[in-house]
């Protein structure tokens, strides 16, 4: 599977520039061992298949978060990830300004990364929203998508701002979302443009389809998301059955049944942390 793989997909380093359940967990918290349980209770050669293309995470992730304590966010490039614009920076804490410095870099106004929150991987995307919201669409320029959500049956979930609506904090906070890096396929670890193809392209249209580039791209089994969609959604806890609602962002194209979650974002001062008061939107992997 990896060779064909490799045929088709062309591993590359960043490209240069040019019933919903909302509220229910509300001032719940998490350990490291639960979170590290979520992240990584999963089948072996599920996991292996995806840490094997990717090197992502590859070997056992680090306890915890960044400078900021356990709700802090910190670069991971081990693997193919070191070769991106954020190589370097490897377990550092990841700030705002790393973000907006390099989207600056970017046609759309776009920037990634894999990171690591509370021992589980994560990809942070910064769009320069508040720059181009207010522009034509047909500029190319990226912005925030707040979209109707439908299951992979069809049927109508709810609007992303039906949940930011409730709980502001859901909404991207400072032209920053954080996703829980796990493909609602089979939990492989979607990267941020490490593979060369026009889904990756340094490119942007609207309407959360498998149009331009800009895409989370999971190699495994090539489902793609668009971080610039962000729609209400239904999944199943894994271990128990029960569904729930979520926001996440839309899955564009692939095998994935439907998009990934958000993890709500908060800053402090510079520093990107992770809320934990939805964790039950991260269980379809438990």
Same mark, same amino acid.
């Given at each position: 599977?990896?060779?064909?793989?490799?045929?088709?997909?062309?591993?590359?380093?960043?490209?240069?520039?040019?019933?919903?359940?909302?509220?229910?967990?509300?001032?719940?918290?998490?350990?490291?061992?639960?979170?590290?349980?979520?992240?990584?209770?999963?089948?072996?050669?599920?996991?292996?298949?995806?840490?094997?293309?990717?090197?992502?995470?590859?070997?056992?992730?680090?306890?915890g978060g960044g400078a900021s304590g356990d709700l802090?966010?910190?670069?991971?490039?081990?693997?193919?990830?070191?070769?991106?614009?954020?190589?370097?920076?490897?377990?550092?804490?990841? @700030?705002?300004?790393?973000?907006?410095?390099?989207?600056?870099? $970017? *046609?759309?106004? /776009?920037?990634?990364? %894999? +990171? #690591?929150?509370?021992?589980?991987?994560?990809?942070?995307?910064?769009?320069?929203?508040?720059?181009?919201?207010?522009?034509?669409?047909?500029?190319?320029?990226?912005?925030?998508?707040?979209?109707?959500?439908?299951?992979?049956?069809?049927?109508?979930?709810?609007?992303?701002?039906?949940?930011?609506?409730?709980?502001?904090?859901?909404?991207?906070?400072?032209?920053?979302?954080?996703?829980?890096?796990?493909?609602?396929?089979?939990?492989?670890?979607?990267?941020?443009?490490?593979?060369?193809?026009?889904?990756t392209d340094d490119s942007w249209t609207p309407g959360?389809?498998?149009?331009?580039?800009?895409?989370?791209?999971?190699?495994?089994?090539?489902?793609?998301?668009?971080? @610039?969609?962000?729609?209400?959604?239904?999944?199943?806890?894994? $271990? *128990?059955?029960? /569904?729930?609602?979520? %926001? +996440? #962002?839309?899955?564009?194209?692939?095998?994935?049944?439907?998009?990934?979650?958000?993890?709500?974002?908060?800053?402090?001062?510079?520093?990107?942390?992770?809320?934990?008061?939805?964790?039950?939107?991260?269980?379809?992997?438990?």
């Amino acid at each position: 599977m990896v060779n064909i793989m490799s045929r088709e997909y062309e591993l590359k380093p960043a490209p240069s520039p040019q019933g919903s359940n909302l509220g229910s967990n509300e001032g719940k918290t998490i350990n490291r061992r639960q979170f590290l349980r979520y992240g990584f209770n999963t089948a072996t050669g599920v996991l292996a298949a995806s840490l094997g293309v990717l090197g992502f995470s590859a070997i056992l992730l680090p306890p915890g978060g960044g400078a900021s304590g356990d709700l802090g966010v910190v670069f991971w490039a081990k693997g193919r990830e070191d070769e991106a614009w954020y190589g370097a920076k490897h377990e550092q804490p990841m @700030t705002r300004t790393d973000f907006v410095d390099e989207a600056a870099k $970017s *046609s759309t106004g /776009t920037a990634g990364a %894999a +990171g #690591i929150w509370n021992g589980v991987p994560v990809i942070v995307t910064y769009v320069d929203h508040t720059k181009y919201a207010g522009t034509p669409e047909f500029n190319g320029k990226a912005r925030f998508q707040f979209m109707e959500g439908y299951d992979e049956t069809g049927k109508r979930i709810g609007h992303f701002e039906d949940l930011s609506d409730s709980d502001p904090r859901i909404f991207p906070s400072d032209n920053l979302v954080m996703i829980f890096g796990r493909c609602t396929h089979l939990c492989c670890i979607p990267g941020w443009q490490l593979v060369s193809n026009s889904y990756t392209d340094d490119s942007w249209t609207p309407g959360g389809g498998d149009g331009g580039g800009t895409k989370l791209f999971c190699i495994c089994h090539s489902s793609r998301f668009d971080p @610039t969609a962000l729609e209400m959604n239904s999944n199943r806890n894994r $271990s *128990s059955g029960a /569904t729930f609602n979520y %926001a +996440g #962002i839309r899955r564009s194209g692939g095998p994935a049944p439907v998009g990934l979650p958000l993890i709500p974002v908060q800053l402090n001062g510079d520093l990107i942390e992770g809320i934990t008061d939805y964790i039950d939107w991260y269980t379809y992997c438990d």
